[in-house]
């Protein structure tokens, strides 16, 4: 059986070794010089996508040219152009081309996709000079030629050259141009205005970066938002942006305590190899670098011919500084504002795009963005760059009320309603022991003949900041960006237990309390130290039991906070030490509110000194440039916030009344 077995085997792979030579005659023997299988340039069959989409180099007046990504709907003819210019990738903006789809590829990725998808607009991203595709050097908001940019480009110039480009080299367009962006690009959007092209017919800059030392990115009156380090850090390290920021603490409280001062945490990371850091560093102070570069100042200034919609958000954890002051430039300073319009909407930065039934726990009851997008972005686009111009039936101003959920539609901004009412001052009183008085201040003499002090301290200790949102904070993870996005909406609860926060709430209303503008605090306090910041929050405090959201009771709603570093309390520009021990007046205005405080609801105000690691820790001794604080310069002091007798703080409400 054995050797028989074998006999067998022996012969089948004779046989079957004679067929493989049979099988494999005539083909070439197995070399080195196989032909490569992939071709030289390979030519995607795009027969059946209902787009086209082209990639080229644009020239710009200096000769560096521009990487352009344009889509076309198949089929276009006479299409208005609609133009976004990015410091974050024109090719990630638009996506992979795997789509036969031009809805998929610009899918929850642009505001424009409605106007794009269903209206037939060509779609053109690009690449500023210096970052990714395109060619030249990198400047971080490149100012305007002048002074601070001695080049003859800039990001007017280009979008000009662009511009000029486009409606000549795209034969499927009708010659006319919008603009839009939001954040960095919206900052190109709004440069756009200056000196625009004749074909440049309409702009929706959102969530613009307009004055990055009074309230956009960088700082926000005078104290520096540290995670602006690690954004300099990832966008200017490399054209590509693909070096990212390290850390060595799964806390971010953790690794910016660690450090000390925000000078130091640059020099760890190597910053001194960029020069944006530089330059936000050596200028703490609102200085003509500064003052230079806003855009509120220069387009006020300029006038904006271009009929634009400057766009808002109510809780924009980045920007909520740049186009509500820009709106408000211009309306003081431009004769015609016809072409002038505003939306404020309930969005944390960028949400416009996304999904705008809600922030954390706070909804809305509608998807306000694709309102947004279907019913102002896509209106307004039509009317002024179709060739057919369907009439334009927007009010000047859109704006969603937070507490009713509901939109309005009004003359001008601050009005709180289309007719019949007015905003008007009301001052919200801080009392002593925590209470707080809408309209008159308490009788002066109180404090006095009661024996109680007219102030209420906390110990304000760098070495202990307050957490801006409730710890380990990780902003790096999944979760992380979820809670940076949400931290305005965040529950104020996870602070108010602390002695180094003071909360001063009303009784419950009994009627709604309508607000519409700028929050403005008047704080009257004195410090052991010689400098120190200040942060007020405006709150809503929900009823303390809901039954339909049994979560939300006594949920404390920020509506409006922010910061002012002491120091700056006269001058944004001329920084002074505060006098140890000395009341001094501390008035800032906090960002714009469009809410309604509703009956059962309580309103509260909150005070502390640091908001951490947001911002930067005060040292709460007179530095010349915080950012080089040493350990030994960060000292315990003691703050008063003086809410009795003859001197009482309390914030300026614009309270929204019928008129008479």
Known sequence: MTSTLGAHTGAGIILRGAMLLLLFAGAPAFSESLPNETPANFVPRVETFNYTQREVMIPMRDGVKLKTVILVPRGAHRAP????????????R???NISAHLATLLDNNDVADDAVVNGGYIRVMQDVRGKHGSEGDYFMTRPLRGPLNPADVDHSTDTYDTIDWLVKNIPESNGKVGILGISYDGFTSLMALVHPHPALRAAIPINSMVDGWMGDDWFHKGAFRQDSLTYIHDQEATRGSDISWWTDHYDDYDTWLSVGSAGEMARRHGLEQVGFAAKLMNHPAYDEFWQAQALDRILAKQNVAVPVMLVHSLWDQEDIYGNIALYKALKAQQADTSNIYLVIGPWFHHQQRLDGSAIGQIRFGSDTAEYFRKNLVRPFFDHYLKDDAPPLKLARVTAFETGTNRWQGLPTWPSGCDSGCGVHTQKL??????????????????????????????VADPAKPVPYISRPIHIGSEDGRMSWQTWLVSDQRNVA????VLSFSTPVLTEPVKISGEPIANLIASTTGSDGDFVVKLIDVYP?????????????????????????????????????????????????????????????????SSWFPLYDRNPQTYVENIFFAKPGDYRKATVKIFDGGAATSFVELPVVQAGE
């Open 429 to 458: 009183y801080l009392q002593s022991g925590g209470g707080l008085r809408l309209g008159a201040a308490a009788d002066s003499s109180v404090g006095s003949r009661a024996g109680t002090a007219d102030f209420d301290a906390y």
């Open 544 to 608: 303390d039991e809901m039954g339909r959201e049994p979560a939300m009771g006594g949920y404390q709603l920020m509506v409006s906070a922010d910061i002012l570093r002491g120091r700056y309390r006269e001058s944004f520009s001329n920084p002074k030490p505060i006098p140890a021990d000395q009341r001094q007046v501390f008035r800032f205005a906090l960002p714009t509110a469009n809410h309604v405080f509703l009956p059962g609801h309580r309103i509260m105000v909150q005070v502390q």
């Open 497 to 500: 237990s602390r002695t180094d």
């Open 81 to 92: 152009i609609l133009l976004t210019r990015t410091p974050y990738g024109a090719n990630s």
């Open 94 to 96: 638009v996506g992979k």
